[in-house]
């Protein structure tokens, strides 16, 4: 009696190929963006984030994170930013950015229009040139906002 021929039976090697290609793809994908900088967002984006992220800081009163934000040349104190900012939000409520548009760019130097309103008048809004500068690798507001 003869043994019936052996079957071809498939082997998992090509799967477990795919397998670890598909794995190395999501591990890189996951290494770029926890590692991946800001200098991957387009150069008028980070000047849009730098208006935001200042407004943001002074409506907080994180005087930290709006030196994160604003040139050297314009970091005044604590003292004197926050106490601005107060009198600022009880004459007029808080401030809002609403749009940033017209970025141009020139080598470390931007200017944009930055929209801003304030609570006490939302329809009120208020189109401000601002100036931006590079430092420390990161665009940041140079000139002072409405208040």
Not at 27 to 52: H, K, S
Not at 81 to 91: H, N, P, T, W, Y
């Amino acid at each position: 009696m003869s043994e019936p021929p052996a079957a071809d039976r498939p082997t998992a090697t090509p799967f477990l190929a795919a397998l670890a290609i598909i794995v190395l793809v999501v591990i890189t994908i996951g290494l770029l963006n926890l590692f991946g900088g800001e200098d991957e967002l387009p150069a008028d984006r980070q000047v849009a984030r730098a208006a935001v992220g200042q407004n943001d800081a002074l409506q907080r009163g994180n005087y930290a994170d709006y030196r994160g934000y604003t040139c050297a040349a314009e970091h005044g104190t604590e003292t004197d930013v926050l106490a601005g900012q107060r009198e600022s939000v009880d004459k007029l409520g808080d401030r809002y950015v609403d749009d940033v548009t017209d970025v141009a760019i020139d080598g470390d130097r931007a200017t944009a229009k930055v929209t801003y309103h304030f609570d006490r008048a939302p329809d009120d809004r208020k189109a401000v040139e601002m100036s931006f500068v590079r430092e420390d690798g990161a665009w940041k507001v140079c000139s002072p906002g409405p208040s």
